[in-house]
């Protein structure tokens, strides 16, 4: 994705160096609906993901999150937009929405990089991509911003006002509801959101006292990594060059094209396009400007930075392979 804390991270980069505009001003005068829509769609694979929950139920919405992650992108936005435009009260969408766009940035440029080093969402790599990302959280904390973990919460990302969910639920439904014709309940993106701080609450560990413990049960279980590969924890993985510091060539999975990035790389690249991005937003909104964001999403999927593209096949996990 990556995981919510760099997510967090990023957009709040993008902040401090974007220049006193209109959009800024409604940003900081709703801090934390910007911070918690920094996680963008992946609130809708909280859904009943609780652990006494029948995740079955939360099928469905889990759905709706990978289509919205991988189609109609510029729709989406574009309706977003428009939503806002006829709408009165207005500046916590404003603020939601922009948060939103910056978790599509990092995402449309990090996400192929974190798929192919993490190997593939299924069979026995089915959880390496959320340990990634999670390790990610660990090393941009501690290590990259030099922040101690105890006191970056990850939960404190999400947390929202039972108000203020009410509200923006509402607009995520008209938003989905207008992109790809599906009437989702305004209370079940509300719980979505909820579960969301939730679950980011009973993972956080930055003692690392949890989670040897939730691996011992998920030996016993025989369900490795199902649950602790999402535990965001203070002990940083030293194995594996998990940000690719090294520069080592990695491969696009859906293209096969060969990078050396870093993620740090990658990282930068996406504030840069999160700053365009809020720009032009300040632009359509306060500054009578006709033009839209479809020049610089140009429909990109939040996986793969592609439109349309075809199926994953190349993985090369650093769990797997090594550093390589």
């Known amino acids: 994705m990556p995981n919510i804390l760099t997510h967090a991270l990023m957009a709040n980069d993008v902040l401090q160096d974007l220049e006193a505009i209109k959009l800024k001003e409604i940003i900081l005068k709703y801090p934390q609906v910007f911070s918690m829509a920094t996680s963008g769609p992946d609130f809708l694979f909280y859904y009943k993901a609780l652990p006494m929950q029948d995740a079955a139920l939360g099928k469905p919405i889990y759905d709706l999150g990978n289509k919205v992650h991988t189609k109609n992108i510029n729709a989406f936005y574009q309706n977003a937009i428009n939503i806002i435009k006829s709408s009165e009260d207005n500046e916590i969408l404003i603020a939601y929405l922009a948060g939103h766009l910056m978790h599509w940035s990092l995402d449309v440029k990090a996400h192929p990089f974190v798929f192919n080093r993490s190997g593939e969402i299924g069979g026995k790599t089915k959880y390496w991509h959320y340990r990634f990302e999670s390790m990610i959280d660990t090393i941009m904390v ?6 101690r973990l105890d006191a970056t919460r990850t939960f404190d990302c999400v947390q929202s006002k039972a108000e203020d969910r009410e509200r923006l639920a509402a607009y995520y439904r008209e938003i989905v509801s ?42 016993i279980m025989d369900l490795d990594w199902k649950y602790s590969s999402h535990m965001v924890i203070g002990e940083v993985d030293t194995q594996h060059d998990i940000l690719n510091l090294n520069h080592k060539p990695w491969m696009h999975p859906v293209s096969g094209d060969v990078s050396d990035k870093s993620f740090l790389d990658l990282y930068h690249e996406a504030v840069l396009l999160g700053q365009a991005v809020l720009y032009r ?34 993985y090369a996990s650093v769990y797997e392979h090594g550093n390589l």
């Open 281 to 314: 937003l300040n632009d359509i909104l306060y500054n009578n400007k006709q033009t839209t964001l479809d020049d610089l999403i140009r429909d990109r999927s939040y996986d793969t930075g592609m439109k349309d593209a075809g199926a994953m096949r190349f």
């Open 142 to 147: 501690q290590q990259i911003k030099g922040y």
């Open 178 to 219: 207008r992109t790809h014709q599906e009437d989702v309940s305004t209370d079940i993106y509300a719980e979505s959101m909820e579960s969301m701080y939730t679950l980011a609450k009973w993972l956080f560990d930055p003692h690392t006292l949890k989670f040897p413990v939730i691996q011992g049960i998920e030996r």
